[in-house]
């Protein structure tokens, strides 16, 4: 089986067991073998771009990075184990009816961050998670110095935290302009990967406004720096010596660096902060659709010629959205005039913008342009914007399915809809599982067998609009 890849968040408040140790491991510098004769290579052509002064941003902000330590405690389960829901062996022994051990109880445990001074009178950011569940804060200054620090707020949905220490005439961090930053541009983090603290890795901007799984607010910009747990909430420097981003999260199969990392864009951060210092919480608007990504079996679907947008898959009742007449299908293609290519953009704009502001949607509904105007909501707090039946046999669209019954719909909440028992041949290479719930296919509802039939009937593509647990998705099946 493949290793599951992962999003890690990188600063770990790991439990530091007796005895435990690391081991490194050093490669031997290869030697040329006597035998290869040597090969003359063409003279290179003169490259008159001069290489970036790492050094000189290093020396000069540097001292404007601080290293973090928190302490607390942490749950564990039978002999030790952590008692949550990322233990495979917890996972494994949950729900049986006995225990190995003494009952779950709380263990002293410590963890290191990042952070960097925004204010000479002791205001620092790092990220929601390096401080999470802290008892006991302490930062220490590249001079030495340390400070118990008091966390003013945190935000879950953006992963900032702020931070402050009785501290004056402090070096403070100029801050840049994400939106100048492009992909290719040198980069450059400072922080203490493992607790070596003030180490300095340099790489490239990869990608800008990254949508990552579980975040809906922020607009990652994606990097080949090399980041490890300990670098969580420290600074993305560009080569002007301004920081861009705090350095979050990274993307690996291991738990460790593999050559992709993320960072919050430091316009988004210093927002938050704004926020947390003036009033001690954030607010983030709140739409109330379940929107999905867009691609070209979706697009064809629904008669569009470019695979743009987001698709709204579901909208909440007495949500923004619900009030604003958004409806299920609907795609939107612009917010405020702004162009949504990605649908996680739409939820990057959104979750920046206040609640009660008004937000213009420009959406295509059954291949019509219309203009919506609605007013946000606000999100929850701390939280980022889930009788006996007829069978129809697989047949040429590759579905097994029954009507629901009484108390299936009861049970599920729903007035009907189509249970999927089995898949098989176009519905299989769509994605259909069994206990799918079709609810409409090509925008009708579907209430039984010859429902599904009529809507399906013909060749093409058509969209299955699916309750797949507690969400919703379009599925763009393609009928030969």
Avoid: C
């Avoid at 445990?109 to 990220?127: H, R």
């Amino acid at each position: 089986m493949q290793p599951r890849k992962t999003l890690t968040a990188l600063a770990v408040a790991a439990v530091f067991a007796a005895g435990a140790s690391a081991s490194y491991y050093v490669g031997q510098p290869a030697h040329a073998s006597a035998a290869t004769p040597a090969v003359s290579a063409p003279a290179a052509a003169p490259v008159s771009a001069a290489l970036p002064d790492f050094a000189a941003i290093a020396r000069q902000y540097g001292p404007a990075v601080v290293n973090i330590t928190v302490s607390g405690t942490r749950k564990v389960g039978a002999r030790g184990m952590p008692d949550d829901d990322d233990n495979p062996l917890q996972q494994f022994f949950r729900g049986m009816p006995f225990r190995f051990g003494p009952p779950p109880s709380e263990m002293p445990a410590q963890g290191q961050g990042s952070g960097f001074i925004v204010g000479a009178d002791g205001l620092i950011l790092t990220n929601a998670h390096v401080v999470q569940g802290a008892s006991e804060v302490t930062v220490k200054l590249t001079d030495r110095r340390e400070f118990r620090a008091k966390v003013l707020g945190s935000d879950e949905a953006t992963d900032v935290a702020v931070l402050r220490i009785d501290a004056k005439d402090l070096p403070v961090i100029k801050a840049g302009d994400p939106a100048r930053t492009r992909a290719g541009d040198w980069v450059v983090a400072i922080g203490s990967p493992f607790g070596f603290e003030n180490s300095v890795s340099a790489g490239i901007v990869s990608a800008k406004g990254r949508s990552l799984p579980g975040d809906t607010y922020v607009p990652f910009i994606q990097t080949d720096v090399a980041v490890n747990p300990g670098n969580s909430g420290g600074p993305l420097f560009n080569l002007s010596g301004e920081v861009i981003g705090i350095n979050s999260q990274i993307y690996s199969r291991s738990g460790g660096y593999q050559g992709l990392s993320f960072a919050i864009p430091i316009n988004v951060a210093l927002k938050v902060k704004d926020q947390i210092v003036a009033t001690g919480r954030v607010e983030h608007a709140r739409l109330g659709v379940t929107i999905q990504e867009m691609n070209q079996a979706l697009a064809d679907s629904f008669g569009l010629k470019r695979a743009e947008g987001a698709l709204v898959s579901s909208v909440q009742p007495d949500s923004a959205a619900e009030r604003a007449g958004l409806q299920p299908g609907d795609v939107i293609v612009k917010l405020d005039g702004k162009p949504i290519g990605a649908a996680g953009e739409l939820s990057e704009m959104v979750g920046q913008a206040s609640p009660g502001d008004k937000a213009k949607l420009e959406v295509l509904r059954k291949g019509e342009t219309r203009e919506i105007l609605a007013t946000l909501g606000a999100a929850k707090s701390g939280k980022a914007e889930k009788t006996a039946a007829s069978a129809e046999g697989k047949g040429r669209l590759g579905l097994s399915v029954r009507p629901l019954t009484p108390q299936e719909r009861k049970e599920s909440k729903l007035s009907g809809g189509l249970l999927v028992e089995d898949v098989g041949g176009p519905a299989a290479r769509a994605g259909m599982q069994p206990g799918d719930v079709i609810l409409s296919a090509g925008g009708k509802p579907v209430q039984s067998v010859d429902d599904l039939r009529t809507a399906t009937a013909g060749s093409g593509n058509v969209a299955l609009l699916v309750q797949r647990g507690d969400a919703r998705v379009f599925v763009p099946l393609k009928i030969g």
